[in-house]
């Protein structure tokens, strides 16, 4: 009879089963040990893409608070603006958040989640829609600019002014100047932002939103080079030219410097001055204290309006998890006493309905683009994603204007 060897191999079986089921546990441990040591050594990372200075450092300064708050640490990477989108992607892949500006380049980025809307709830739905690409919400809005018509109250020819006047009574109002010798529209065109951004602010003026959309979609479809004989920019280009021909505009503005304005403005020789915000935070008090800010005049009175006023934005990056360090810092960058102190530091309009503005110029400007159908980013930014092909439309825009529109 045979013997039964059936049960031979139990035991060695039973403690094998129980080594491994040991082990799990202690393996499970280790890696999420291994996850929690590597999230700990690891800083998250905030992101500045072609953002001015006073910007990135106030946010700087923002997060390091944050960090000394909540014992975090963030780092800090200024990522090369002239990259392509593909590499722009692969960088942006290892921040946790971008502060960039609103236009072309950050709705074309595919590595960027949704906001939250809680965060978005402080501030006015009119503003929320500067990050806006159709009806995707990409960015939040955490400051504004705007492109602003600064009047001289002291100024013979200006000084009559009423900031309820459409764009064919400021003419008329200059034309009817005296003496003939001045200029009363000044613009300092040599700077390709603030060029591009006087065509865009004047193409919503004349046309609303639909003509600025009209000029956005040619860009898609046409080269720098071109784009300045389509009919979308033609309108606002024959304008410009007569202008000049009728002496409103001085012959050389579309090459003068921010300082050549000054110089203008610091002698009561500057009337009417097309500006961003940001560039009049540059002129000196003393000059810039006679003057009184207004939204750019529309063509026709009492039309909807969607100010040229670009938003600095935070776009959270495409990560699968969060890092609470990135959520506390969102909205520590929009409660009231950051937004006020990151508007004192940028000389920029805050986001946030309820904060303290520092001065007149900053809550009016976040009071126009609340009223607005919202707020557009400067041309400069909002036609082509490269900085470059903004770069180059410039030149042939200046070319255009030096050869009063004939063809080269």
Not at 106 to 124: F, G, H, R, W, Y
Not at 222 to 249: C, H, Q
Not at 311 to 329: D, F, H, M, P
Not at 353 to 363: I, V
């Amino acid at each position: 009879m045979k013997k039964d060897t059936r049960s031979d191999g139990q035991p060695a079986r039973k403690l094998a089963i129980i080594l491994v089921l040991t082990a799990i546990p202690v393996l499970v441990g280790l890696v999420i040990a291994g996850v929690l040591i590597s999230r700990a050594l690891y800083k998250p990372v905030i992101g500045f893409l072609d953002v001015p200075e006073s910007v990135r450092e106030a946010i700087e300064e923002t997060a390091i608070i944050e960090s000394k708050i909540n014992n975090t640490a963030w780092k800090f990477l200024i990522i090369d603006p002239s990259i392509n989108l593909s590499e722009l992607n692969k960088v942006i892949k290892k921040t946790d958040i971008l502060i960039t500006k609103a236009g072309a380049r950050a709705e074309a980025l595919t590595t960027i989640q949704i906001p939250d809307q809680k965060l978005l709830s402080v501030m006015p739905t009119a503003i929320r829609k500067a990050a806006n690409s159709g009806n995707r919400q990409y960015g939040m809005p955490i400051l504004l600019d705007h492109f602003e018509l600064a009047w001289d109250r002291s100024n013979p020819v200006s000084s009559s002014f009423s900031p309820y006047s459409t764009l064919e009574q400021l003419e008329k109002l200059a034309l009817s100047r005296t003496p003939k010798t001045t200029w009363p529209f000044l613009c300092a065109g040599g700077d390709d932002e603030s060029l591009l951004s006087f065509i865009g602010a004047l193409t919503e003026s004349l046309g609303g939103e639909k003509s600025w959309e009209s000029a956005r979609l040619d860009a898609k479809n046409t080269s720098p080079a071109d784009l300045v004989r389509k009919e979308s920019f033609l309108n606002v280009m024959e304008i410009l030219l007569r202008w000049r021909r009728e002496g409103l505009l001085h012959p050389e503005w579309f090459r003068m410097t921010l300082n050549d304005v000054e110089s203008f403005m610091k002698t009561n020789s500057a009337p009417f001055v097309f500006m961003s915000l940001s560039n009049h935070r540059k002129i000196s008090q003393r000059t810039v204290e006679k003057y009184d800010s207004v939204l750019i005049p529309a063509f026709t009175a009492n039309t909807p309006r969607s100010l040229t006023a670009p938003a600095v934005l935070l776009l959270s990056t495409g990560k699968k998890r969060e890092r609470e360090e990135s959520i506390l810092l969102k909205s520590m960058l929009l409660n009231e006493t950051t937004q006020t102190r990151l508007s004192e530091m940028t000389g920029l309009a805050p986001v946030n309905s309820t904060t303290a503005a520092p001065d007149r110029q900053a809550n009016e400007a976040r009071l126009w683009a609340a009223a607005s159908e919202r707020p557009l980013p400067s041309f400069y930014t909002a036609l082509y994603p490269y900085p470059a092909d903004a770069a180059l439309l410039a030149k042939n825009i200046r070319e255009f204007l030096q050869s009063d529109g004939a063809e080269n």
